[in-house]
């Protein structure tokens, strides 16, 4: 049955984009966004941007790109801004960051140069490792969100906008366990008024954003807009949330070789994975508080996937170890290197090495680009609160507490793909395949079975 197609409001007026943390990722985003305003380059990785998603039966040949599918706003009409700790503009953050190449970066010199970050909500109590050079100082942490809020409005008529994305880039606090603080809007708000220390710099931003109904996206592992406080709040005022942490390296890895594993049932003996990486995530990550918290993120993949309490044989006894060291001279090049000891027929020993030679923002940016204008779309389309359709851009997705989380890449792929086709009124595909071998009317019917070979006689 072809569902019924959504009421999607046209991508019209001007979208911006407000992004706390303006490091590596969001200097790479935005200069590669201001490139392809120029046409300099193409956006690999960009879902968005360069996929396809087939319509219909196989024989149909309907394929069009997604941002041709469903309205999406237009990259190139995109305005950004956002808080950092540090006063650079994204010119000299990009520079610095060494990500993007000098003279892609000098193409687009005069628009990078014009982006400068707010001075941030930033308490160093939840990322030790870093040092503000602007922050914004108040009585209260609600004090801190009314200046946000502020910021946006100001933000918004400035750049004469008529709605917002949020999605925090910003760096991996230390590790917060749910608290009755987290429990109901009302306790939150309390805590906001007495600052709780329950409360990160994170969740007064999402606070801030949901406040004014304006989705909002996390790319960090942080608690941040995972609680039913702040789903409340998503719901009141109508604005889709998503999450948690870009789903880029080596956790990529795991979400594609993982499934593999499965669907074949061979056996997991251990995984050892262990990454080195130089730019300001490292550092933050080198202190154990915030690596925790990415630890309990990279670590929750695999159990899902592989289903132990269903396949006690083949993977209820696996080891599992992950590292993050912190390396200087590799910079924003990071390598993720994985040994995946593996069993086979009659117990048989195996193993598989990958060693993920990868760029931290190369692979985040189009990511976070994804989420904005998908962001943007569920607005539009009247979705509010969580969304576990975009699970597939997250290592560790958010889904409702009486549900676990999908790991799988390739599941998460087709229901991010079939809630596309839905709010288009277009059918769901399953792949089942069966209709095909059935004669369709004004189709030719399956070409009969050759006849059997036999020799002829001398």
């Known amino acids: 049955m072809t569902p019924k197609k959504q009421n999607i409001l046209p991508a019209a007026g001007r979208l911006g984009v407000l992004i706390p943390g303006m490091g590596a990722v969001t200097s790479t985003l935005i200069a590669g966004a201001e490139m392809l305003k120029k046409g300099i380059g193409r956006p690999y990785g960009s879902v968005s941007q360069m996929q396809r998603i087939r319509l219909g039966k196989r024989y149909e040949n309907r394929n069009p790109l997604i941002k041709d599918f469903v309205p999406l706003y237009p990259v190139e009409n995109l305005v950004f801004g ?22 892609q970066l000098d193409a687009v010199k005069d628009e990078l140069s014009a982006i400068s970050p707010m001075p941030a909500v930033f308490d160093q109590y939840y990322v030790k490792n870093l040092r503000a050079r602007q922050a914004k100082k108040a009585k209260t942490k609600m004090d801190l969100a009314e200046l946000l809020i502020r910021d946006i409005e100001n933000f918004n008529k400035a750049n004469k906008l008529s ?4 999605i925090w880039i910003g760096s991996t606090e230390i590790y917060l366990e749910l ?16 600052n709780s220390r329950d409360i990160s710099p994170a969740m007064i931003y999402a606070y801030a954003a949901l406040r004014l109904g304006i989705p909002f996206a996390n790319g960090a592992p942080n608690l941040c807009v995972d609680m039913p406080a702040l789903w409340e709040l998503a719901d009141k005022t109508g604005a889709p949330i998503s999450g948690k942490d870009f789903k880029t390296g080596q956790t990529l890895m795991k979400t594609i070789i ?6 074949r049932m061979l056996g997991l ?20 508080d915030s690596f925790r918290t990415k ?16 396949y006690p044989e083949l993977y209820g006894d696996y080891c599992h170890k992950v590292r993050i060291d912190y390396y200087p001279p590799r910079g924003d090049a990071k390598e993720g290197w994985d040994n995946i000891d593996i069993f086979g027929w009659m117990g048989l020993p195996m193993q598989i090495k990958i060693n993920f030679l990868c760029r931290d923002s190369i692979l985040a940016a189009p990511v976070a680009l994804d989420l904005i204008l998908f962001s943007d779309l569920a ?3 009247g979705l509010k609160g969580l969304q576990e359709w975009l699970s597939f851009f997250y290592k560790s997705p958010m889904c409702r507490p009486d549900l676990k989380p999908e790991h799988d890449l390739f599941i998460q792929h087709m229901k991010f793909k079939n809630t596309l086709r839905i709010l288009a009124g277009e ?4 792949h089942s395949g069966l209709d095909y071998y059935e004669p369709k009317k004004g189709l030719a019917s399956p070409a009969p079975a050759p006849k059997p070979y036999r020799p002829r006689r001398p």
């Not at 608290?179 to 007495?194: M, R």
């Not at 993982?258 to 669907?263: E, F």
């Open 163 to 166: 709605r917002n994305v949020m």
């Open 179 to 194: 608290t009755k603080t987290h429990s109901s809007l009302a306790n939150f708000e309390k805590g906001l008024k007495t």
């Open 82 to 103: 956002g808080w950092d700790i540090f006063p650079d503009n994204m010119h000299e953050t990009a520079r610095k960051a060494g990500v993007l190449y000098p003279e």
């Open 427 to 430: 059918e769901v595909i399953d």
């Open 269 to 288: 003996a251990g995984w050892y994975s262990t990454n080195i990486l130089g730019n300001r995530d490292g550092e933050v990550l080198n202190n154990p």
């Open 379 to 381: 607005k539009r389309a």
């Open 295 to 310: 630890e309990k993120s990279k670590m929750s993949v695999l159990d899902t996937i592989l289903e132990p309490e269903l």
């Open 258 to 263: 993982s499934p593999g594993l499965k669907a």
